[in-house]
């Protein structure tokens, strides 16, 4: 098996690459998805971050109110912290486990896990390579306010909460540029994956 770690900055296409790496074969382990189930109403993680954050943090349903809570801590570097602690034991847990069962179906599975705060946590160690989604900060910025629909301080905001593209570089094994058009991703996915698959 070959644990891979899949990073880049927000509106960089890390999801875009996650997504052409699953159609060539890869195991994908999401680390935002896992996020999203390990604070799933009925949850341990739910009950956790609303004794941190408070029922305000709640929908009407019930479920949490992600965009309230965004709000909250993508400005204050604390009240993050706080969150992390909560959801990253979690979604590790989680993680290992789907790695495991990758693992034990099929010993040369290349299993990626898609990261997004993979630099900022530390996280590159854990990996045998570490891929890095990259694109300059004016195309994630067009992203996301053009493709998103964010307003630009939101976007600036939540691009500044994570590790510069500098920072990224640093730990990456491979690097795919897509600062190009969407036509020019997929062959470089596809070299990737050949890569790979080799090792």
């Known amino acids: 098996m070959l644990k891979v770690g899949l990073t880049g900055g927000i509106g960089a296409g890390k999801s875009e690459v996650s997504r052409l790496l699953a159609q ?37 349903d019930g479920s949490l109110d992600r965009p309230r809570l965004g709000s909250l801590v993508f400005s204050d570097p604390d009240r993050l912290a706080a969150l992390n602690a909560i959801v990253h034991p979690l979604v590790g847990q989680r993680s290992a486990e789907l790695e495991r069962a990758a693992a034990e179906a099929d010993e040369n599975a290349v299993v990626v896990h898609d990261v997004p705060l993979l630099t900022e946590n530390g996280l590159a160690p854990l990996y045998d390579k570490v891929v890095v989604v990259d694109a300059s900060p004016a195309t994630q910025l067009d992203r996301l306010v053009r493709l998103r629909g964010m307003d630009e301080d939101e976007a600036r905001a939540r691009m500044a909460a994570q590790a510069g593209r500098e920072e990224r570089l640093a730990v990456a094994d491979i690097v795919i540029d897509n600062d190009g058009p969407l036509e020019k991703l997929a062959p470089r996915v596809r070299e990737v994956w050949e890569q790979l698959r080799r090792e």
């Open 24 to 60: 060539h074969g890869a195991v994908i382990v999401d680390a935002d998805r896992i996020a999203r189930e390990v604070v799933e109403p009925g949850t341990p993680g739910l009950a956790a971050v609303v004794a941190e954050f408070g029922e305000e943090v709640l929908a009407s």
